[in-house]
């Protein structure tokens, strides 16, 4: 339920600002720091009036522009177009969700400028006396001719954007076999942008043409919207000679078949989800680059090829069943599953290969023991605990198909190291859950506790909170958005009453750099406009020892992040950086709610909270979600936050330290061997499990017969005697 190291936070729907004496969104930028600021809780209101001021202009230019068409008045029919033609600016520049609104209903871009040019040419028609029809009759029909050209423009762009969509979809891989060219320039993919650029001298020519009379404005607007446009026919037609288009379907499907003869993976992650899920998949890239096995990740959705984190392990996507069935004729013997998701079932089917469920994180609610995880040949776990889990829920799955192999990301979690020293700040880290979508109040603590919680925290001193919302906070329940804006307001208030010592400019400095090295080594680098074939032209495989490399500027960039703030200012942690587990390494206390996080902090050792909103008394509490065990139940109201803080302060008064030691090892596991051997034992038990059962089946297809078709089943027991009526039976 929880976003992951690795994993790309889900941007909230609203800019955020820093409090008063942080530096400026500017003046952040520059220096390389992250956006932790807070947002503005009245900006959703404004933005609101903002659309309805677009959406009131445009429809009163439009009406506007119908009446001076039709008295005709020149001057009412250029103020009109000129006014249309600015709010459509507007609305392609600053309210981009408006142009895809008016999409919807049936109201694009290309019917308002039709609209827009059928009004002026009515306009021009009903100026004057009736021989000004033949006078405008040409350019008309050069109107009409350039909206055909638009039209044909679109008609080669889909035939261009269907061989350009290719079967198999890469990165980290070297393609240059399957001949990627660029993508044509977005003005020739996108019908709307395309008609109001290349339209626009025609629209600007009748308009001049109107207010003067003089039909050679026209003309000339007309001939220049013509030009482009014929130019932009032949750029897309010139893609579709034999020379210019990417390779066929088949060849596609022959070099794949060829790449994965030569690559030989062994183990790979399968994955398919949403956009926001990515971060399911992104907690496993480091424990699979480590394995000594030819690592590969299969995706089935095509946008979630550049949703991957940055990897060195080869990237494919395989969109259809068809293309998918190709992997049970290839040397892979183990997929790894993160989430159940619809198309799983279709990878399951691949008898060849054997399939583990490794979840994206463990806890107490029902998602850590679905029934769909009986379909898997194993399901990997982290500790006893969930063993325990899964007899329990009686789902269908065995005890014996349960592994148990720890929390090899938790390797990047820093053990207690004891109290915060006398005099300096206590760091809290207050990392709810979002609301999920059962509408149980216990799900999250932020609509009925977050507010307390966070004002009891910001009311000692001594504290600095580091406050990470779930990305989806807000998403199904506007009460948690809602809150989770409050909470950032208090955090901001919060801020305002402190000041303290700031780190010099050399920190700022430190973090720009390490800021641009870790881009440097992370970022796609496409352009904006690139579609798939280019980012597999340019996605080759990468440079030996990068994933060392990214390795480290990650963890020199977050020493750097921490080093360049206040140690006694509040933050905000939104971004993808600093990831959760480099927050657990900041924080001396976790309060949360029921979630894997809770699980994962155990990992460290030290003191962790769990708001209780879910209606129970703590005893039933603590008996609903074993993982609460160990830890302080604070109620919504918060009252117990100064007792918590006193015994993180003061180890010796604190009596859950070796209840927290042995809930570990129940939830993860023991510490010996470490997490990665445990994973990487059982990649290669079940990887040698799929190769005998390849043995025992190439064995069986050897040495036993086939079986009678039902022809031959019938005849077997022919007479003797084979009558003429018979023998045309047969």
């Known amino acids: 339920m929880r976003d992951k190291p690795g994993a790309t936070a889900v941007p909230l729907p609203l800019p955020r600002r820093p409090s008063r004496g942080s530096p400026s969104l500017r003046s952040r930028a520059r220096r390389g720091l992250p956006r932790v600021g807070l947002p503005r809780v009245g900006l959703p209101r404004r933005q609101t009036v903002v659309k309805l001021l677009v959406l009131g202009v445009l429809a009163a230019a439009f009406a506007a522009q119908a009446v001076g068409a039709l008295l005709p008045h020149v001057p009412l029919l250029l103020a009109a177009t000129a006014g249309s033609l600015a709010a459509e600016g507007v609305l392609h520049r600053w309210q981009r969700g408006m142009v895809s609104l008016f999409a919807k209903s049936h109201a694009d871009v290309t019917v308002r400028h039709v609209l827009r040019d059928l009004l002026l040419v ?148 399968y994955f398919s989800g949403g956009a926001s899920s990515a971060y399911q998949a992104n907690m496993w890239l480091e424990p699979l680059a480590r394995l000594d096995e030819r690592p590969l990740i299969v995706l089935r959705e095509r946008f979630m090829v550049q949703r991957i984190a940055a990897t060195d392990i080869p990237v494919v996507c395989l969109p259809k069943v068809s293309t998918l069935m190709c992997l049970e004729h290839s040397t892979l013997r183990v997929l790894l599953h993160p989430s159940n998701s619809g198309k799983t079932s279709q990878v399951l089917r691949i008898p060849t290969i054997k399939h583990a469920f490794v979840n994206h994180g463990e806890s107490d609610k029902l998602s850590s023991c679905n029934p769909y995880a009986k379909a898997y040949d194993e ?85 600095r909170l580091l406050y990470k919302p779930h990305p989806l906070t807000g998403s199904v329940d506007p009460r948690a958005g809602a809150a989770d804006l409050r909470i950032r307001e208090l955090v901001r208030a919060a801020n305002r009453e402190r000041s303290g010592p700031r780190p010099g400019a050399s920190a700022s400095a430190e973090l720009a750099r390490r800021t641009a090295e870790l881009d440097r080594l992370t970022a796609a680098g496409f352009r904006a406009a690139a579609d798939q074939v280019e980012r597999m032209l340019r996605g080759t495989a990468p440079e030996p020892g990068r994933a060392g490399e990214v390795t480290r500027a990650t963890a020199a960039w977050e020493e750097a992040y921490w080093a360049s703030l206040p140690e006694w200012e ?45 209606g129970l008394a703590e005893g039933g509490f603590r ?108």
Not at 388 to 415: F, N, T
Not at 596 to 611: E, H, M, Q, R, T
Request: aromatic share 6%; charged share 20%; proline share 10%.
């Open 122 to 269: 009515v306009g021009l028609l009903r100026l004057g006396e009736q021989h000004r029809e033949t006078v405008y009759a040409p350019l008309v029909a050069g109107l009409l001719a350039f909206y055909g050209l638009h039209w044909a423009i679109q008609a080669v762009s889909v035939l261009v954007r269907r061989t350009r969509t290719l079967p198999v979809v890469t990165r980290n891989i070297d393609a240059s076999a399957l001949r990627p060219t660029p993508a044509p320039p977005v003005l020739l993919r996108r019908p709307g942008h395309r008609l109001a650029a290349f339209g626009l001298p025609a629209t600007a020519g009748l308009l001049v043409t109107a207010a003067t009379d003089a039909p050679v404005y026209g003309a000339a607007g007309l001939a220049v919207s013509l030009t482009v446009a014929l130019v932009g026919l032949g750029a897309l037609l010139t893609r579709l000679l034999p020379g210019r288009r990417p390779a066929g379907e088949q060849e596609v499907l022959d070099w794949f078949a060829a790449w994965l003869a030569e690559y030989r993976p062994t183990v790979g992650l």
């Open 379 to 463: 399901v990997w776990v982290a500790g006893p605990a969930a063993r325990e889990r899964y007899a329990q829920a009686e789902v269908g799955v065995e005890d014996k198909d349960v592994v148990e192999i720890g929390r090899p990301q938790l390797d990047a979690v820093r053990p207690y190291a004891g109290p915060p020293a006398p005099g300096a700040f206590t760091t809290v880290l207050y990392a709810p859950t979002w609301e999920g979508w059962d509408g149980n109040p216990g799900n999250t603590s932020v609509v009925e506790a977050g507010e307390n919680l966070v004002r009891a925290l910001l009311a000692d001193p001594g504290v």
């Open 570 to 614: 509040h933050q905000v942690v939104t971004d993808a950086r600093p990831p959760l587990y480099a927050c657990f390494n900041r924080a001396d206390l976790l309060i949360s709610d029921v979630s894997s996080v809770i699980s994962d902090f155990l990992a460290s050792g030290k003191p962790y909270a769990v708001a209780n909103t879910s």
């Open 623 to 730: 008996k609903s979600f074993p993982t609460v065990a160990a830890a302080t139940v604070l109620t919504p109201d918060a009252a117990g936050v100064p007792e918590l803080l006193d015994t993180v302060r003061h180890p010796d008064r604190d009596e859950l330290a070796a209840e927290r030691a042995a809930l570990a090892l129940r939830l993860l596991g023991p510490a010996d061997p470490p997490s990665q051997e445990r994973f990487a034992g059982a990649v290669r038990a079940l990887c040698a499990a799929a190769g005998e059962h390849r043995a025992r089946m190439a064995r069986r297809l050897a040495t036993e017969l086939p079986l009678p078709g039902p022809r031959q089943a019938e005849t077997a027991p022919a007479p003797a005697t084979v009558t003429p009526e018979r023998s045309r039976r047969d």
